[in-house]
C-alpha cells in the first residue's frame, strides 16, 4: 500500500483504534446494538448511511459520510445515496487517490527525528517494548524504525491493522465512488491534498506523536476488530455507536489531536463547500469524506448550518 493510501486511511478511521478498553467491550457485546454475525464474522450487508442534503438557489451539495475500508457486501448502498451520487454533477472527495502524486523519499525523510532522538528516547519502557513485540509478531525489527518519528510508526502499526481486519481498503466507501466518477467521466474536486494531510500527521508536537503512539500500541491487539466493528457500524446505520466509537477515540489524548485531526479541517472543507453553494453554478455535488468528519462537531454539516444554511439529513 502507497503511503498516500495508508494517510488516507490513518486520517479517516486510524483514530478509532484507541478505543479505550470499557469501549471495546461494550461494542463487543452489543450492549448499543447488537451484531449480526455469520461463521467467520460480522454481516457487513446492510445499506449504510450518514447522507445530508445542502441547497442554495439552484445549487445542490450533498455530504456523504463514508468510510475507508470496506466489504464487498457493502455493496449497493441505500437507494437513497446511490441516487444522489446519480444526480451529481461533480465528486467532492477528501483527495483523489487516482491521481495522488507523492515523493517517497522527500516524504520518508520528513518522517525523521531530526534531533538526534529516537523512539526509544520517547517512549516509555513499558510502550517500547510492546512495540517490538508486535513487529516481531509481523516479522519486523524494531531497530529498522529507531531513527523513525511516533507518528511514522503509528500509521505502520495502523497498515499491519488493516490488513488483519475484514475490511479492505479496495472496498472503501469513497474509492466506491471515485471509481464510478472516472467510469461515469464525472468531475472530481479535492476538497484537501496529499500534502495537507501529511501536513497533519507530521505537524503534531512530539508529546502528542508519543500519546496516540502509545495508545495505538497498548490497544493494538483489538485494532482490527474495532475497525471491523466501525464498518459494522457504518453499513447498519448504527448511529450513536459509531459516534459513540469515533468520539471515545480522542479521550486521552491531549486538545491538538481532534483539532488537527477533525476540527480545523471540517472548518476548510465546510469553506469549500460554501464557496461552492455561493457560487451557484447550477450543479449537484457529492462530497464524500470520513465519518468522523460529519458527526464529531464541529462537523461538516454543524459548520454548514452554523453559515445559515439548513442542512437536512437524507439518510
Given at each position: 500500500m502507497g503511503i498516500a493510501f495508508l494517510l488516507l486511511v490513518i486520517l479517516a478511521v486510524g483514530c478509532s483504534n484507541n478505543m479505550n478498553e470499557s469501549q471495546?467491550?461494550?461494542?463487543?457485546?452489543?450492549?448499543?446494538?447488537?451484531?449480526?454475525?455469520?461463521?467467520?464474522?460480522?454481516?457487513?450487508?446492510?445499506?449504510?448511511?450518514?447522507?445530508?442534503?445542502?441547497?442554495?438557489?439552484?445549487?445542490?451539495?450533498?455530504?456523504?459520510?463514508?468510510?475507508h475500508l470496506g466489504h464487498e457486501d457493502f455493496y449497493p448502498l441505500?437507494?437513497?445515496i446511490e441516487e444522489a451520487y446519480e444526480r451529481s454533477n461533480v465528486i467532492l472527495p477528501e483527495i483523489n487517490m487516482f491521481e495522488v502524486e507523492v515523493d517517497e523519499e522527500e516524504n520518508n525523510k520528513m518522517a525523521l527525528f531530526e534531533d538526534g532522538k529516537n523512539l526509544k528516547?520517547?517512549?516509555?519502557?513499558?510502550?517500547?517494548?510492546?512495540?517490538?513485540g508486535i513487529f516481531e509478531k509481523n516479522d519486523m525489527r524494531i531497530e529498522d524504525y529507531e531513527n523513525f518519528q511516533p507518528w511514522f510508526v503509528g500509521s505502520l502499526l495502523g497498515e499491519l491493522s488493516n490488513q488483519e481486519s475484514e475490511l479492505a481498503p479496495e472496498y472503501g466507501v469513497d474509492l466506491y465512488f471515485l471509481k464510478r466518477a472516472l467510469e461515469d467521466n464525472k468531475k472530481i474536486v479535492e476538497l484537501e491534498t496529499i500534502e495537507s494531510q501529511y501536513d497533519v500527521l507530521s505537524g503534531f508536537s512530539m508529546d502528542t506523536q508519543v500519546q496516540v503512539l502509545e495508545g495505538t500500541v497498548a490497544a493494538f491487539e483489538d485494532a482490527?476488530?474495532?475497525?471491523?466493528?466501525?464498518?459494522?457500524?457504518?453499513i447498519h446505520n448504527n448511529n450513536d455507536a459509531m459516534v459513540d466509537q469515533l468520539s471515545g477515540s480522542f479521550e486521552g489524548f491531549n486538545d491538538e489531536y481532534q483539532q488537527q485531526m477533525n476540527d480545523i479541517r471540517n472548518v476548510n472543507m465546510a469553506n469549500k463547500l460554501d464557496e461552492i453553494l455561493q457560487k451557484d453554478d447550477g450543479q449537484t455535488y457529492f462530497a464524500i469524506i470520513g465519518s468522523m468528519h460529519v458527526v464529531i462537531n464541529p462537523s461538516v454539516p454543524s459548520e454548514l448550518e452554523e453559515k445559515g444554511y439548513e442542512v437536512e439529513r437524507i439518510y
Open positions: 471495546q467491550n461494550e461494542v463487543s457485546t452489543g450492549q448499543d446494538t447488537k451484531q449480526e454475525t455469520s461463521e467467520t464474522g460480522p454481516k457487513y450487508e446492510g445499506d449504510g448511511g450518514l447522507l445530508w442534503k445542502v441547497v442554495h438557489g439552484k445549487t445542490t451539495v450533498y455530504v456523504q459520510g463514508t468510510i441505500a437507494p437513497e528516547d520517547v517512549l516509555s519502557q513499558e510502550s517500547y517494548a510492546k512495540l517490538s482490527a476488530n474495532s475497525l471491523d466493528q466501525l464498518g459494522y457500524h457504518w
